[in-house]
């Protein structure tokens, strides 16, 4: 008869406040045979509030390599292995993925045992569209390397959502407004699930001034929630424009689907034609 191998469970914990603790979490962690841990002294100190006796395992970035193969082993031979970060769910911009990519390619189980995360936290009380975002994690560290970082993102529609520490808040903020404009609408988010949790909103020059009159916001991490890019409404047209000319012109001459576009789009028949050249549907002596 064929062994049974163990399950590795992805278990989300508190980001902050022990009350958010989820029952299912609790009684997986009391039962695993290990639980590998990004900190085993935090992870140790939500054991001990809740009562559970465990076996820690130190699995973080730098020693992932050499851990990994006895969590794999283990699993193997048939003990549970639950997987936490410091806090919230782990692989959100904390290890554990390499762990979970051997799984999978093992045919091991991997169950998600869901719970807080400060991402999904600040966006659903940010005040900022939630039907579309970016996680970017933190920033890199250096304004140039952080301005291309940013530069690449910079025409997301959706809300971008990265973390960072508040003694980097002032000089990231005055990256956000160089590359994606002052106009942006930005929510900080602050000691999350805490006592003293704020929300601070509005644009990159009116938060930094709000930062540097109130050195308490300096203190922590933050998750940083960004405004998508807004679509200019010129820029609007034109890509509708240039929709309905790519349809028309697959099946039409040029100026037949000018003609067609115009009446379905309103624009002048002249900056249709010109935009249908531009995109290669026809020649001027068509």
Same mark, same amino acid.
């Given at each position: 008869?064929?062994?049974?191998?163990?399950?590795?469970?992805?278990?989300?914990?508190?980001?902050?406040?022990?009350?958010?603790?989820?029952?299912?979490?609790?009684?997986?962690?009391?039962?695993?045979?290990?639980?590998?841990?990004?900190?085993?002294?935090?992870?140790?100190?939500?054991?001990?509030?809740?009562?559970?006796?465990?076996?820690?395992?130190?699995?973080?970035?730098?020693?992932?390599?050499?851990?990994?193969?006895?969590? !794999?082993?283990?699993?193997?031979? @048939?003990?549970?292995?639950?997987? =936490?970060?410091?806090?919230?769910?782990? !692989?959100?911009?904390?290890? @554990?993925?390499?762990?979970?990519?051997?799984?999978?390619?093992? @045919?091991?189980?991997?169950?998600? =045992?869901?719970?807080?995360?400060?991402?999904?936290?600040?966006?659903?009380?940010?005040?900022? #569209?939630?039907?579309?975002?970016?996680?970017? @994690?933190?920033? #890199?560290?250096?304004?140039?390397?952080?301005?291309?970082?940013?530069?690449?993102?910079?025409?997301?529609?959706?809300?971008?959502?990265?973390?960072?520490?508040?003694?980097?808040?002032?000089?990231?903020?005055?990256?956000?407004?160089?590359?994606?404009?002052?106009?942006?609408?930005?929510?900080?988010?602050?000691?999350?699930?805490?006592?003293?949790?704020?929300?601070?909103?509005?644009?990159?020059?009116? !938060?930094?001034?709000? !930062?540097?009159?109130?050195?308490?916001?300096?203190?922590?991490?933050? =998750?940083?929630?960004?405004?998508?890019?807004?679509?200019?409404?010129?820029?609007?047209?034109?890509?509708?424009?240039?929709?309905?000319?790519?349809?028309?012109?697959?099946?039409?001459?040029?100026?037949?689907?000018?003609?067609?576009?115009?009446?379905?789009?309103?624009?002048?028949?002249?900056?249709?034609?010109?935009?249908?050249?531009?995109?290669?549907?026809?020649?001027?002596?068509?």
């Amino acid at each position: 008869m064929q062994q049974q191998r163990g399950i590795l469970y992805v278990v989300a914990t508190p980001i902050g406040n022990l009350a958010d603790m989820t029952e299912r979490a609790r009684k997986i962690l009391s039962e695993v045979a290990l639980v590998a841990a990004e900190d085993t002294r935090e992870t140790l100190h939500l054991l001990n509030h809740f009562g559970i006796a465990a076996t820690l395992v130190a699995y973080h970035d730098h020693n992932e390599s050499r851990v990994a193969p006895r969590l !794999l082993a283990d699993l193997e031979a @048939g003990r549970d292995v639950a997987l =936490v970060s410091d806090a919230g769910t782990p !692989l959100i911009n904390d290890p @554990g993925y390499s762990l979970v990519a051997a799984a999978r390619e093992r @045919g091991l189980t991997v169950v998600p =045992v869901p719970g807080a995360n400060a991402a999904i936290c600040a966006l659903s009380a940010a005040g900022l #569209p939630s039907d579309r975002f970016l996680f970017l @994690g933190f920033p #890199p560290r250096t304004s140039s390397q952080r301005r291309t970082w940013l530069g690449e993102v910079a025409d997301e529609p959706g809300t971008l959502i990265l973390y960072e520490s508040a003694k980097r808040a002032l000089a990231t903020l005055e990256d956000l407004g160089a590359v994606l404009g002052e106009h942006r609408r930005v929510v900080l988010a602050r000691e999350l699930t805490k006592r003293f949790e704020t929300f601070l909103s509005g644009q990159p020059r009116e !938060l930094i001034a709000r !930062l540097e009159a109130d050195p308490e916001q300096q203190l922590g991490e933050l =998750v940083i929630l960004v405004e998508g890019r807004s679509l200019d409404p010129d820029e609007g047209e034109r890509i509708e424009q240039e929709r309905v000319l790519r349809i028309l012109g697959e099946a039409l001459p040029l100026r037949q689907a000018v003609d067609l576009a115009a009446r379905l789009t309103g624009a002048r028949k002249n900056t249709l034609y010109r935009l249908g050249l531009d995109l290669g549907l026809g020649a001027a002596g068509d």
